[in-house]
């Protein structure tokens, strides 16, 4: 996410000792400091460690045309090497810069195909082929074959209907504050369980003021998650650097790599104050865990060498994999499925999905178009009322029993959706699962009303 060429010196290494196609990655934002020269200085550098091809990774879909134009051009013509556009449709610019990158030289693009493209996806494949070559470009792509694969795509996004919540239309917003989608709804949620959601405009303007602070990283995973979370905090605890993540310090020292730009020396003081910062590459301090982790997997069930990698990176992810997969093989747990389940077949008692409700005289016809996935809100519901589309997320309060006598139901309070609640003095209601990795005060202290307790 950083551009530091260091963290990436070793993987080039040995995928060309490997006879490997090697790609450089620029992680694409925009900054003081992330200027076209800014760029192609990163590409020469990764060329000078072997690279085959230069790939300009938009993640934000914030890549502008004439950026495009401008960088894929100085690319070609001082790093002279073949280049590839990765960009989300997020804002709806991608396929411009796509065109624009293509008239620059830049030789490969990524599409989706249209029943699974935009937004946060890439452009669609059918679109940027059919562009290409009115425009004159040769596009060895079959779009018959295309279409067939597009029908095929679409039956099969029915079956995941209920899991798609992504936002519906382009979000423009992204060119303004650079933060991605998932980030924003990530904040929103965290606001409303700290009865603050009026900080919203607050937490952009600091997510700036955060970024600035550590050197302009991009917003991207890691480094989203790392300035996103310090800017809520300094918003919610109405003094900045009050609290300090484990993340951000881990940054600051180094450990993450070289930041695009100095971090301010009032920053650094304040975070880990005479702390050392590291000047050799982050891994460089690392030991070897392969061997480590590869008897680990194996005695956790591991069977091949891809289960190997999966236990070095996701240890309790795929130990619990290795424990399901014996179990389906001893004929203990049936294989995940995913069905595609109407309304109808979700409510046991038949439940009416299209009806008549009179309110103050007034009479609507109502239909239930759809569920979505459950979200920390609540689950979406999707209802026509008199024909028009509406929103809403429902939040169960209480749940009753196919056949349950409602006179027999706890009092009203009792129970809150299926999440356990704070019911006794001295609990703690959390709004997402987790654990505790740091109590934040201690007996006596004087507690606010917005403010972090535990972490």
């Not at 046991?348 to 239909?367: C, D, R």
């Not at 007996?443 to 606010?448: E, M, P, V, Y």
Request: one cysteine or more; aromatic letters at 8%.
């Amino acid at each position: 996410a950083l551009n530091d060429v260091r963290n990436m010196e070793v993987a080039i290494s040995v995928a060309k000792e490997c006879g490997k196609t090697v790609k450089g990655v620029l992680a694409y934002t925009i900054s003081p400091v992330h200027t076209v020269d800014y760029y192609v200085n990163i590409a020469k550098k990764l060329k000078d460690l072997g690279v085959d091809i230069i790939s300009i990774k938009d993640q934000a879909g914030i890549l502008t045309p004439k950026v495009s134009f401008e960088l894929v051009s100085r690319l070609k013509e001082e790093v002279k090497l073949p280049v590839h556009i990765h960009a989300q449709s997020t804002a709806a610019l991608a396929e411009m810069a796509y065109l624009k990158g293509a008239e620059a030289g830049a030789e490969i693009i990524d599409t989706d195909v249209s029943t699974w493209a935009w937004l946060t996806a890439h452009p669609a494949c059918e679109t940027m082929v059919y562009s290409l070559k009115e425009l004159g470009y040769e596009v060895d792509i079959d779009l018959k074959i295309i279409e067939e694969v597009a029908d095929y795509l679409k039956e099969v996004r029915k079956k995941y209907k209920k899991y798609d919540t992504a936002q519906k239309w382009p979000d423009a917003q992204v060119l303004i504050h650079q933060i991605p989608g998932g980030m924003m709804s990530n904040f929103i949620a965290q606001l409303k369980e700290n009865d603050a959601l009026d900080k919203l405009d607050e937490v952009k303007e600091e997510v700036a003021r955060v970024r600035e602070d550590l050197g302009y990283p991009p917003l991207v995973t890691p480094t989203s998650q790392i300035v996103g979370t310090q800017a809520l905090l300094n918003v919610l605890q109405g003094e900045r650097y009050k609290v300090v993540t484990k993340e951000v310090k881990d940054y600051v020292k180094g450990l993450y790599g070289r930041p695009p730009a100095p971090i301010k020396p009032q920053i650094i003081e304040k975070i880990i104050g005479d702390e050392e910062i590291i000047q050799v590459r982050p891994a460089d301090l690392l030991e070897p865990e392969l061997d480590r982790c590869t008897k680990e997997a194996y005695e956790a069930g591991a069977k091949n060498p891809e289960d190997v990698l999966s236990y070095c990176l996701f240890p309790q992810v795929a130990k619990e994999f290795f424990e399901w997969r014996e179990a389906y093989e001893r004929g203990e747990a049936l294989p995940p499925q995913v069905e595609e389940i109407s309304v109808e077949e979700e409510c046991p008692t038949k439940a009416p999905i299209e009806f008549n409700i009179t309110l103050h005289g007034e009479q609507y016809h109502v239909q239930i178009a759809g569920v979505g996935n459950p979200i920390e809100e609540g689950k979406p519901y999707f209802i026509r009322i008199d024909g028009k589309l509406e929103e809403a997320l429902v939040v169960p309060i209480r749940e009753i029993e196919v056949g349950e006598n409602y006179e027999s139901l706890p009092e009203a309070g009792a129970v809150v959706g299926k999440r356990p609640k704070a019911v006794d003095v001295g609990d703690v209601s959390s709004p997402m699962p987790g654990k505790v990795v740091s109590i934040k005060v201690s007996s006596g202290d004087k507690l606010k009303k917005v403010m972090f307790y535990l972490l």
